[in-house]
């Protein structure tokens, strides 16, 4: 609900307030972003016009006023959220409250049904700016989405060289930012830093949004944690260069803004032109966890779509890490065959099955099949799969080409190219998405492909990062380019499973999401860096959108050995899948995989939609641990992990958290039974078994009948 009180702006989300205050010089004012508060006017804490600050005309010191939107060089020098031609001044010039979102044009953004927007328009007289602001709150839900339009009414150029899509001040800076960050095979690890005087950026500039670092930063009361404290999330709906910029300025106030890097942007509007920014998801929680609970709710619901969105993923097998690109239609057939018996139901054929691909030295681009390799074909290929019960699905670059395929020797100009030979990453260029003959052909190739074969998955890859971008601002554009492709084949693929992937988990974002409802996590599939990486990527992200697989012991990245039942359990916690030639593996883990895929079916709806609980934390302290419960509170599915083995440790104690309190609870493995305060409160000890086993799990249903007062 929005609602408008004399000079105030309330925007009431579900247990949220977001407070806007036109100033009476005509600024628009932050006033607060937090727990719900009644939309009651309250009188503005105005203070700091002290004399030796730069005033305006109008006496306003803007260095001194938590703002909306700031500009930079009048009378406010802090990092601004917009910055054009010699700088601007925005006022306040109307507003708009409307039913839905906003239209972002070529961006994705969250889906508006059951929404209301404020949109408020300032304008600069000078440099004839105008930015329209867009809000806009949700039912049944405590996020504010937010974006900016900026468009040129004057008569010169304008040249902004940064916009942001959202830009906060608060009062204090007694805070901990949280941020995401890692490298390859190390995704999203939890980075904490107190806020101290200065600036702050986390930031990308690798064309994607990169595994160095996530569009996701929290920002936290330094004495919150899981349970409560002031959380608030900042994360992108974007897949390109991003940046977080925190400034603690003078006074300890702190100044978030969110959105595009400004590094390598620049955009000139002519007369009537207009840029638009991506959206932000803004997100407030008493805690980590519900910080988290309220963007897993957000993401499920209004940022995947599709068929897909809601279902529960199908149990995957991928050739990858079993053959790399060394196969044939045999071996495919001989891995299907068993995968089926397993209980396996989706067969993804990845890197390798196109042009001459038996190295990744050349051919992509050449997105025609290598029938050396597949004589029966894709088609012929899929049919056989499907003849055993299974889903066929496929892996795709196309935002890629090898200078050695077919494809590059056509068209050596439609690579990104700044005058000098493009830099070779894993042997490959990328193709210039901002071109449309290059989207054409894309769209194109990949369509031709799918509608050739009954292909119901698509694993799509991007395995480099964007080098030698010809101007400032390419990369804002090479992202638009990308999100228009996925709209010609996704959108007209409606029922095939998308998922993303980049280098393992380097473009794992709100952007990509609003396309592929999952995405790989991690090349890393040891499963005690996926305790790391997938707690890590919890805190924005839930367990529907990270692809989670069993692969071999020892693991192919870090030669650990560790127990099938280890591999199984963490992978359990996502998308689950496997990535390994089963046909090598001895009785006793065929078994187990049998087992696990029927846990799968059981699980997978509680841990892909229901509410997630972190436990333990693995950066502190050796072990890691969550748990799911469902919406209705009848069932849980916890996984802990111990990180290192401790002869004779001390027992752990285990509460639980989120059941219903005045429920008894069965252990289904067990059969003992619990009441749910007892669990949450007194909690249970653990103990974990002797060998390679490095987890303890727990399934609990509800007996029905049981709670208090039934
Ligand atoms: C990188 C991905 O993360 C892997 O899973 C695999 O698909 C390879 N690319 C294939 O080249």
Redesign the pocket.
């Known amino acids: 609900m929005i609602i408008k009180t004399g000079n105030m702006f309330f925007l009431q989300g579900r247990g949220t307030s977001y407070v806007i205050r036109i100033s009476e010089e005509g600024y628009v004012l932050h006033d607060y972003f937090g727990a719900e508060i009644a939309p009651e006017p309250y009188a503005e804490d105005k203070r700091g016009w002290w004399c030796m600050q730069a005033t305006g005309a109008d006496g306003a010191c803007l260095d001194e006023i938590r703002q909306e939107y700031p500009c930079y060089g009048h009378t406010d020098l802090r990092r601004p959220a917009v910055n054009a031609n010699r700088g601007t001044v925005l006022k306040y010039k109307d507003y708009e409250i409307i039913d839905g979102k906003p239209d972002l044009k070529r961006l994705p953004s969250a889906l508006g049904g059951g929404s209301e927007s404020l949109i408020i328009t300032l304008a600069d007289e000078l440099s004839g700016a105008e930015v329209k602001l867009n809000y806009t709150v949700f039912e049944g839900s405590g996020i504010v989405c937010r974006s900016a339009v900026i468009t040129n009414t004057g008569d010169e150029p304008l040249v902004i060289d940064r916009a942001f899509s959202a830009s906060i001040e608060f009062p204090c800076s007694d805070f901990v930012e949280m941020h995401f960050s890692g490298s390859w095979g190390r995704e999203r690890h939890v980075v904490k830093n107190e806020l101290v005087h200065g600036i702050y950026e986390i930031e990308n500039a690798r064309g994607g949004s990169g595994n160095q670092i996530n569009p996701f930063v929290i920002l936290k009361d330094k004495a919150a944690d899981e349970d409560g404290g002031d959380c608030y999330g900042f994360m992108l709906v974007y897949s390109g260069d991003h940046c977080t910029e925190i400034e603690v300025d003078q006074r300890g106030r702190t100044r978030v803004n969110a959105g595009i890097n400004p590094f390598m942007f620049e955009k000139t509007l002519v007369k009537g032109e207009s840029f638009t920014t991506p959206e932000c998801i803004l997100g407030y929680g008493n805690g980590l966890g519900e910080l988290s609970r309220e963007y897993h709710d957000f993401i499920r619901k209004r940022i995947c779509r599709g068929s897909w969105s809601r279902k529960e993923r199908p149990v995957l097998i991928n050739n ?1 890490e079993a053959t790399y690109m060394d196969f044939d239609e045999d071996k495919l057939i001989s891995i299907a065959t068993l995968a089926a018996e397993l209980g396996i139901e989706l067969f993804v054929l ?2 390798g099955w196109f042009g001459k691909r038996d190295n ?1 030295r050349c051919s992509l681009g050449d997105w025609t099949v290598n029938t050396d390799k597949i004589p029966s074909g894709l088609s012929g290929l899929a049919k056989k799969i499907n003849g055993l019960g299974l889903k066929f699905g496929l ?1 795709f670059e196309p935002e890629m080409v090898s200078p050695d395929s077919e494809l590059y020797r056509a068209h050596p100009d439609w690579v990104i190219r700044s005058g000098r030979e493009p830099a070779l990453i894993r042997s490959q260029l990328v193709l210039d998405l901002t071109k449309p003959e290059v989207r054409e052909y894309i769209i194109n190739a990949v369509n031709a492909v799918l509608n050739s074969a009954n292909i119901e998955y698509v ?1 799509w ?1 991007m ?1 480099r990062y964007i080098t030698d971008m010809p101007r400032k601002g390419f990369n804002y554009e090479y992202t638009l380019g990308f999100y228009e492709i996925m709209d010609g084949i996704v959108n007209s693929h409606p029922d095939i499973l998308f998922e993303g ?1 980049s ?2 988990g380097a473009r794992f974002d709100a952007g990509v999401l609003c396309y592929m409802p999952q995405i ?1 996590t991690s ?1 890393d599939t040891d499963p005690i860096e996926r305790v790391y990486i997938q707690y890590g990527t919890s805190f924005g992200y839930p367990p529907s959108t990270m692809g989670s697989h069993v692969t071999e012991s020892p693991n192919q990245h870090t030669r650990r050995h560790l127990s099938m039942k280890t591999r199984g359990d963490v992978s359990l916690s996502g998308n689950f899948g496997y990535e390994l030639d089963i046909t090598k593996l001895n009785e006793a883990d065929l078994e187990a995989i049998k087992e696990q895929t029927a846990l799968c079916r059981e699980l997978r709806g509680l841990v892909e939609y229901g509410d997630f609980y972190r436990l333990f934390d693995p950066f502190d302290g050796n072990l890691g641990g969550w748990m799911s419960v469902s919406g209705d509170k009848s069932r849980a599915y916890v996984c802990i992990a111990r990180v290192l083995f401790k002869p004779n440790s001390y027992y752990t104690r285990l509460k639980l958290k989120g059941l219903d309190k005045n429920s008894r609870y069965r252990d289904l493995d067990t059969g003992k039974e619990y009441m749910g305060d007892m669990l949450m409160n007194r909690g249970l000890l653990i103990e974990f078994p002797f060998g390679d086993f490095t987890t303890v799990t727990m399934r609990l249903e509800r007996i029905e009948g049981s709670t208090s007062g039934e």
């Open positions: 990858w990845d890197d990744d892996w694993k890859d395995n992937c280098s393992g790989w090349d």
